[in-house]
């Protein structure tokens, strides 16, 4: 089933802008991760907060995470061209030996020149 | 020097035919995973093996066969297929044995993603 629901579904700002994505998820997990996603391509990985932080930077990405209202934000600061992209969150709800990522739907970001 | 490859990037077949989708990483990883990303790009797990034994297996028909014959690749078959398997299908691996557990902080590195095409 899908755990997370993102929003918004599509993004559309300027190139400089601040773009926030936000991710909601249903149970309890023992992390939270974002993934990029560069049309016609496989995801990279951008980012993991565990369930015991609240909030994580990593260059011009911040990620806060809210376990009380499970829920996950991801802001990019200073956006460029080439932050444009869909952008998943993804729970991971793993058994020993596997992580199980169970993902969003994705926000399409729209970084325009 | 690709981390994680796949084979084909697409697929074009018809209804009811037979075909196979290889997986290799050079990551020294021990968990490889199998996803499907349908047309509204919802992306789902199908499959993990860690260390060659299958570890995840959702609820996915049973025309969908993966095999690993090595822990660095995963292959993925498919019989008999149907108009609904068209999707990009793609591979992923995890270094830590560990991952899945509440000390996780394992992170996937995927495949450029296989386009099938069902016709």
């Known amino acids: 089933s899908q755990q997370g629901e993102e929003d918004p579904q599509a993004l559309s700002i300027q190139e400089g802008e601040n773009a926030t994505m936000n991710c909601s998820y249903k149970t309890s997990i023992n992390n939270l991760q974002w993934y990029r996603q560069n049309s016609g391509r496989g995801l990279v990985h951008l980012i993991l907060i565990r369930s015991n932080e609240r909030e994580k930077h990593s260059g011009r990405l911040r990620v806060t995470l809210d376990t009380s209202k499970k829920s996950s934000s991801l802001l990019i600061t200073a956006s460029r061209a080439a932050d444009t992209a869909s952008y998943f969150c993804a729970t991971d709800e793993g058994i020993q030996g596997a992580q199980k990522l169970v993902f969003g739907q994705g926000t399409r970001l729209t970084i325009n020149p | 020097d690709t981390a994680v490859s796949q084979t084909p990037k697409y697929l074009v077949t018809q209804m009811g035919n037979d075909k196979s989708i290889k997986c290799e990483q050079n990551l020294g990883h021990d968990t490889m995973y199998w996803y499907k990303q349908d047309s509204k790009k919802f992306l789902k797990i199908m499959f993990s093996y860690n260390n060659k034994e299958l570890i995840i297996n959702e609820t996915v028909p049973n025309r969908f066969s993966p095999k690993s014959p090595d822990k660095a690749h995963l292959n993925l078959h498919i019989n008999s297929l149907e108009l609904g398997d068209s999707a990009v299908y793609f591979c992923?691996?995890?270094?830590?044995?560990?991952?899945?557990?509440?000390?996780?902080?394992?992170?996937?590195?995927f495949g450029p993603g296989t386009r099938l095409t069902v016709l």
């Open positions: 992923a691996s995890s270094q830590e044995v560990l991952a899945g557990g509440p000390a996780s902080t394992d992170t996937q590195y």
